[in-house]
């Protein structure tokens, strides 16, 4: 186990110095920069830009501008933002809270929903209902979540007069019934993508499980079926959930990029957009290494959950 | 309620108004107050909330920024003078505008004296003095602190502190524009500043002090920013408790949310103009359409070969039909111009020669200055082919659709126009700043702070591309415009201004370094309670005046 451990941790520690070498790069890369806002204001000159470029440090090699990045990075400090003078880890800290709400919520939406659909779609397969959930995953999947947002805010919003049309609160009013109404479009939203993944998913993993001799076995041993799929079916096709699970968990904290900005919600996919098309470098680096690191440690967690709920599996 | 304060008022007469002084004689609660105001209330009452598509997120005035941050800018601090709607300049910090008349500026340009306001006190408590404003000017041309634009303040020399209530400076040379980039230099407070390590990370740039109508409030980043009335403001006002600015980065959002009520002004970028006629439609909102200072044209390259011939310049702006363009793609919104000025500058030229669609006398003129069609019905002379490119940001639709509207126009009088448009880092990097394009489809706010000295833009020294300071892209150069604008710096007489100006436009005119298309129009609402609010393009910011808005 300690040598397992060991292990990870090297592959994950060369990972991330990989992922910033690459981030770092491409970043730079992408023409324009921290000062392109600037290019059409009528009063800064060629001379101005140059002189706020060298103030930042821009002008200077980029490997020397990596390693001093990574040097203070090493060292806890994750820079400063270019547009708000914030540490960096302020600003993320910021736009996590509204993130992990509506990434919260829609996720126990899709979990809850799409597990059910799934195993209902294994247990009834080519019924009526397993087509309708089939052919609504399908269309879920492929509609843009901003059609989808659009053409809620105008039905639920403009039309209605039931939910808000964005924002996480109405200005005034704080209270959590006040942000639970802004909480349900945008998630049932960005759950609808997700109940697609999941319902699909599980209803693979079910019935995979479904023809495993052992069912049979039940079944004929005399067990009553609702206890045969709840106890060995749903029992055994959930495994492969908790892999899909550490891969989906990162974005929770990540954020959506397309529902956070349709419903102006102030999290970490909105953030990662501005920064990326501010050039805000600190930031984008930082919101970087922070998904990664997270997906690091979701991806370990969920091998060691699955060793530990399925005995055929064993770290080494 | 947008018109102007004073109805009828010529432009000649609002022109003298602008440099003899008369504007100081004025009261300074004249910022935008409406002329039939109803009597706001005796203290701040309620709140506004401006809806935002970017966020505002630079706090201290003098470091790198955007439009939007200004809205927060003028709320918060104040500058020694301000401008109005009418481009006039009003007393703010300052106790009087400096003008040659009132002895302000020396006859030579190069003295500059300021009498300050004795009454203005930081949110903090402290006393505003001439230290403060010596501290913000210094602070700029620091080299190690990372200022916007430097442009004017660099001349500054001497600044002396003659008393807490007045300030002097020399000029290294005269520069009559430095009057109008004032009005956008907030000024920041030295007690506070001056102790920081380093001004450029300073607490104070995330928490700003200023002088100004609404004091720092609260933020939430990626969501709403708040400014508190600041009850002990010098000027007038302010009359509403919060002023709120809330970002909804999504522009169909942000008009639905005006739809909604949600928010009470459309902050920029404003309604889109295809939801004009739908919001012009909403009840108790007021919809205005507010000329920008932003011009589109068709920018040329001109050391281009085929654009060095003036006649294929002139045959070109023939074979433009604006008309259709505006009417059919911009919603019939934005004005046909002829000039850089904006029309509502006092500047703007009303009389140059009005363009005309023709693809008759295009190709007549294209005939007589010998450029012949080929056998692939492209015109050519001396080996010069009549086909460029012309470049604009990818998806930005109208320009894509006007591009090939153009292009449809200018086939038939034999120039063909191929369309090669880039992602906006790129077009508007190198490519645009150094000049690597053929044409571009592009606005352009020429005017810095509403000055009309457009040196940046169409001097000879100016050209970025041949080692030039300047945004001078389309690489323009005509000593006789040279000389204008070298004079027009230089002079401070309103009157002569205006004959420079006015000259200066006309010869633009005539050469066409770009070919104007239109004029932009913004579409602002808000609700129609709001009293108060007075749009003023001679500022980048829509709530410039909040300090005077109020529920009526």
Known sequence: ?316 | MTKDLKTGLSRRSALSLMGAGAAALLTPNLLGKPAFAQTPPDAPTGRVIVGLSQEPTVFNPLMPKIEVDDNVHFSIFDALFRINENGEFVPNLAAEVPTLENGGISEDGLSWSVKLRDDVTWHDGEAFTADDVKFTLELIVNPDFRAWRTTGHDLVRDIEVVSPTEITWRMEEPFAPYLSFLTETFIVPEHILAAAEDPNEAPFNREPIGTGAFKWGQRTAGDALTLVANPDYHGEGPYIEELIFRYIPDMTVLFTQFQSGAIDVVGRSYITQDNYEAAKALPDRQVDLVPAPSVESIYLNLERPQFQDPAVRQALYYALDRSAIIDVLYYGLPEATETFMPRQSAYYHDSLPAQEFNLDRAREILDQAGWVTGSDGIREKDGVRLEFNNSTTTGAHLREQTQQFVQQTFAEIGVRMNIENMPAAVMWGDFWVLSQFDSAMVGITYLIAADPDVTNRLHTDAIAAQGGNGSNTGQYSNPEVDALLDEGARTFDPEARMAIYREVQEIVRSDLPFLPLFSYTQVYGRKAGLDGFVPNTNTRSETWNAASWYWS
């Open chain 1, 1 to 316: 186990m300690a040598a397992f451990l060991l292990r990870r941790l090297l592959q994950s520690i060369v990972l991330l110095v990989i992922v910033s070498i690459i981030g770092f790069t491409v970043l730079n890369l992408i023409p324009g920069g921290p000062l392109a806002q600037y290019a059409l204001d009528p009063g800064m000159t060629e001379a101005d830009r140059l002189r706020i470029a060298a103030q930042m440090g821009l002008d200077r090699p980029l490997y020397v501008q990596y390693l001093e990045w990574a040097s203070r990075m090493v060292q806890g400090d994750w820079g400063t933002s270019y547009r708000d003078g914030n540490p960096v880890t302020t600003v993320i800290a910021r736009h996590v809270p509204a993130t992990l709400l509506l990434m919260g919520s829609s996720t126990v939406i899709a979990v809850a929903v799409g597990t059910w659909i799934g195993i209902r779609g294994a247990t009834h397969r080519n019924s009526a209902s397993d087509y309708v959930a089939t052919v609504g995953a399908m269309i879920a999947l492929s509609i843009p979540t901003f059609w989808f947002g659009l053409i809620g805010i105008y039905v639920f919003s403009l039309r209605l007069g039931w939910l808000p049309s964005g924002n996480m609160y109405t200005i005034g009013d704080g209270s959590v019934l006040n942000v639970l109404h802004h909480l349900i479009m945008p998630s049932v939203v960005l759950a609808l993508v997700h109940i697609a993944i999941w319902s699909r998913f599980m209803r693979s993993a079910t019935l995979d499980a479904i023809s495993q001799e052992f069912v049979k076995t039940a079944r004929a041993k005399g067990v009553p079926e609702r206890r045969v799929v709840m106890k060995h079916v749903v029992g055994n096709a959930l495994l492969p959930m908790i892999s899909l699970a550490g891969v989906q968990v990162p974005s929770l904290l990540t954020g959506a990029l397309v529902t956070e900005t349709v419903f102006s919600w102030p999290g970490m996919g909105r953030l990662f957009l501005d920064s990326l098309s501010y050039s805000d470098y600190p930031v984008v680096m930082g919101l970087l290494m922070f998904s990664a690191i997270l997906t690091i440690v979701a991806n370990f967690i969920a091998d060691v959950a699955v060793a530990l709920v399925d005995p055929r599996i064993r770290l080494a």
